[in-house]
């Protein structure tokens, strides 16, 4: 379970896709990300546009102080805010984003066993993440539901105590009428 949650943590939505980056997959995979890039530029055919997508500099520089805010509440480590010092320590190109469809294309690029242990792995926290937010969704559509009959009571209840003041108003003038003093003749 650590693991999975791990790897959600290293799932972003960039142009509104969960994508997670060549770092993090080449951190999960213990592959350099050189080696991950030339797997994936080697077997390009199987990777199109909506499986993966290289970001762009605004993307990327949004991203980091997204990892950096996510670094501080959590105490994780990234290799995209932890750059070393020294010649070659500085990526020259922006990292690419793999989809959960380019995730699952990546375990037959990678043949190892650590590359299709941990795909699975990343298969399950794309479902958990999945569910998470259909719960989100269904939780929002009870809040409406509930929000709407409290507003029908709202109105019924006000319909109550408009006819329970008008009840009060009639008792009041019937004792009124019954308390006043009487003329005429008198028994």
């Known amino acids: 379970m650590q693991i999975i949650r791990s790897i959600q943590n290293r799932i972003y939505e960039i142009r509104g896709e969960r994508v997670m980056l060549d770092f993090d997959l080449a951190a999960l995979y213990e592959v350099e990300i050189r080696v991950l890039n030339q797997a994936v530029k080697r077997n390009i ?5 909506d499986f993966m997508f290289q970001l762009t ?9 997204q990892i950096e805010t996510l670094e501080s509440s959590n105490s994780l480590t990234s290799q995209i805010v ?5 010649r ?3 990526r020259k190109f922006m990292p690419y984003a793999f989809t959960e469809q380019g995730v699952a294309m990546l375990s037959g690029v990678l043949n190892s066993d650590k590359a299709v242990k941990m795909n699975i792995a990343i298969m399950r926290a794309f479902v958990e993440i999945r569910r998470i937010a259909l719960m989100d969704n269904d939780l929002k559509e009870q809040l409406k539901e509930i929000k709407e009959r409290l507003g029908e009571h709202d109105a019924q209840l006000n ?12 008792k009041a003038a019937q ?5 006043r003093e009487k003329i005429g003749f008198k028994k």
């Open 159 to 170: 319909q109550i105590y408009d006819a329970m003041e008008n009840l009060l108003d009639e």
């Open 88 to 90: 070659g320590q500085h």
């Open 45 to 49: 055919q199987r990777f199109p546009e």
């Open 57 to 65: 500099k605004a993307e990327y520089e949004g991203l980091q102080v």
């Open 175 to 179: 004792r009124k009428w019954n308390d």
């Open 82 to 86: 932890m750059f070393k010092t020294g």
